[in-house]
């Protein structure tokens, strides 16, 4: 099995990777978690390439530039790790993978959706999750729960709220578009009832 789990930064996908490994071990199950940008050495490299120019004010990354960075990781994640894995049996846990560059390149970005799509299937050798599992949390939501606060945003912050808010109409969009690949989840549960959310959802499907 191959699930993919999807979420503003901040929403509890991480937490929620975790706590389902260990449910599935827990069950006898050979689980591999794994993460996009990276997931492989040269992932990996291009990952802090990327989280570092994000991070540098003076250098803006050319849009397209910043979409073929993140497939090239994904083209090497698929082949070297993802595909093997789901041959061997094991199941794959991955944080983000192609409906991210939708939702941050063209959502976020304004990239043409139907050049993200197309690098998408390129990328992926159309190596596709059975389920994308989104958690559900807008960014103030995200926000509020890193801050711990109900404070509301400056103006900077504001910036980035309004790049945030359509990455996170985006993930809407693709949900509406094809809501058959698609478990959304209530992000504002908490870790416990989030996970006892993700295993009953899953359960349905078999
Ligand atoms: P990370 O620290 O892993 O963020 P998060 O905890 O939210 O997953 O950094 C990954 C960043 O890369 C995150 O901001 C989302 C972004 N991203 C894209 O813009 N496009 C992509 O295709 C992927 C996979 C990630």
Redo the contacts with the bound molecule.
């Keep these: 099995m191959f699930l993919v789990f999807e979420g503003l930064?901040g929403c509890g996908k991480?937490t929620l990777i975790g706590n389902y490994k260990t449910h599935l071990e827990g069950l006898g199950r050979q689980v591999y978690v794994t993460?996009?940008?990276g997931g492989t050495p040269l992932g990996e490299e291009l990952r802090s390439t990327?989280?570092t120019i994000k991070k540098n004010a003076d250098f803006k990354i050319s849009p397209r530039a910043e979409l073929l960075l993140?497939e090239a990781s994904r083209a090497q994640h698929v082949d070297q790790v993802i595909m093997p894995k789901i041959k061997e049996g094991i199941t794959v846990l991955c944080?983000?993978f192609t409906a991210?560059?939708v939702a941050?390149?063209a959502g976020g970005r304004t990239l043409k959706l139907q050049d993200v799509d197309w690098l998408n299937s390129f990328a992926t050798s159309n190596c596709k999750p059975k389920k994308q599992v989104f958690v559900d949390l807008s960014y103030s939501d995200c926000q509020r729960r890193k801050l711990g606060m109900n404070q509301a945003l400056d103006r900077l912050e504001s910036e980035a709220a309004e790049f945030h808010n359509k990455v996170y109409q985006s993930y809407l969009d693709q949900v509406k578009q094809n809501p058959k690949d698609w478990l959304v989840l209530d992000g504002s549960l908490n870790p416990d009832e989030l996970l006892k959310s993700l295993i009953f959802n899953l359960s349905q499907l078999e």
């Design positions: 930064d991480s993460r996009e940008p990327l989280l993140y944080d983000r991210s560059s941050f390149q």
